[in-house]
């Protein structure tokens, strides 16, 4: 894929990453889902649905991401992490509906109102199950090696979610071969259904962590007390540069720290003076 000029090479590898493992999701969650509904195997239906609800939203991050690397949203006072944290609410909310969704089927298969699948049907389950952790581990080699320190919110992410979805799968693939090599139908129903409710685990605790994260920071609240520790040294520091401390506000843009001071300054003092101490203060 050439490499648009407008970007780092860094940069390019991050979105490539990224869009080979989108593509790789697109076609496995097809594939799951034509097993899951044929073959009824609750697990891999559940799969097809985290995987289908995560793409769409993923598909926006890598939008989002583009534009960032383009810096096509230059013009956001405060950059670019209040748009990356609404990505990852979103997919925090899309996790959770798909979450009760499966929940909603758990109940059925339980309670009997819903059948366990059928022997051809968890075999495919176990082989689809296998193929899933193998495009799985691809794409989380993939991103984790395009990830770099200095990587947005948004690959931070995207790593973390590869991390989730392989060891997920791993589960996936172990309770499908336990349901599709037992003939005890005791077996094979509460197999499809530890495996989804691991699903569900994940996806719920992933969100959570989304959500809060997410919502936390479009809410404008505080940086946290190491923040704010770290800035009260920094004024200590500088006591006497400075007449009075009006105001102090801290913020965060996704991982970027934002950091409001009033000061006010001696009166007699001039306004190349006032700017030296400033940027003192600022270096600290």
């Known amino acids: 894929m050439a490499r648009d000029p407008r970007i780092s090479m860094e940069q390019q590898a991050e979105?490539?990453?990224?869009?080979?493992?989108?593509?790789?999701?697109f076609g496995l969650a097809t594939l799951l889902a034509v097993i899951g509904f044929l073959g009824g195997s609750l697990t891999i239906t559940a799969e097809a649905i985290r995987g289908a609800l995560m793409d769409l939203v993923e598909l926006f991050s890598l939008i989002v991401l583009k534009r960032i690397h383009r810096e096509e949203l230059a013009d956001m006072e405060f950059g670019t992490g209040k748009l990356e944290q609404v990505a990852n609410i979103v997919i925090g909310a899309a996790m959770l509906g798909g979450a009760l969704w499966i929940?909603?089927?758990?109940?059925?298969?339980?309670?009997?109102?819903?059948?366990?699948?059928?022997?051809?049907?968890?075999?495919?389950?176990?082989?689809?199950?296998?193929?899933?952790?193998?495009?799985?581990?691809?794409?989380?080699?993939?991103?984790?090696?395009?990830?770099?320190?200095?990587?947005?919110?948004?690959?931070?992410?995207?790593?973390?979610?590869r991390r989730v979805k392989l060891f997920s799968s791993l589960f996936v693939l172990v309770t499908m071969t336990v349901a599709a090599t037992s003939t005890d139908d005791r077996?094979?129903?509460?197999?499809?259904?530890?495996?989804?409710?691991?699903?569900?685990?994940?996806?719920?605790?992933?969100?959570?962590?989304?959500?809060?994260?997410?919502?936390?920071?479009?809410?404008?609240?505080?940086?946290?007390?190491?923040?704010?520790?770290?800035?009260?040294?920094?004024?200590?520091?500088?006591?006497?540069?400075?007449?009075?401390?009006?105001?102090?506000?801290?913020?965060?843009?996704?991982?970027?720290?934002?950091?409001?001071l009033a000061l006010r300054f001696d009166p007699g003092l001039s306004l190349a003076q006032i700017n030296q101490r400033i940027d003192g203060l600022k270096q600290s």
């Open 15 to 25: 979105e490539n990453s990224v869009q080979f493992a989108l593509a790789a999701d």
């Open 103 to 161: 929940g909603s089927r758990i109940v059925a298969v339980l309670t009997g109102a819903s059948a366990p699948g059928t022997p051809f049907g968890l075999a495919m389950a176990a082989v689809g199950g296998a193929l899933n952790l193998y495009i799985n581990f691809l794409s989380w080699d993939r991103v984790r090696h395009a990830v770099r320190a200095e990587s947005s919110i948004i690959m931070q992410g995207q790593l973390r979610s």
């Open 187 to 260: 077996v094979v129903a509460w197999a499809d259904v530890l495996g989804s409710l691991f699903v569900v685990g994940f996806i719920v605790t992933n969100a959570y962590e989304m959500l809060s994260a997410g919502l936390i920071d479009l809410l404008d609240r505080s940086a946290g007390p190491k923040v704010r520790d770290a800035i009260d040294r920094a004024l200590a520091r500088h006591a006497d540069d400075y007449g009075e401390l009006a105001r102090v506000r801290s913020r965060r843009s996704g991982r970027v720290i934002f950091i409001e």
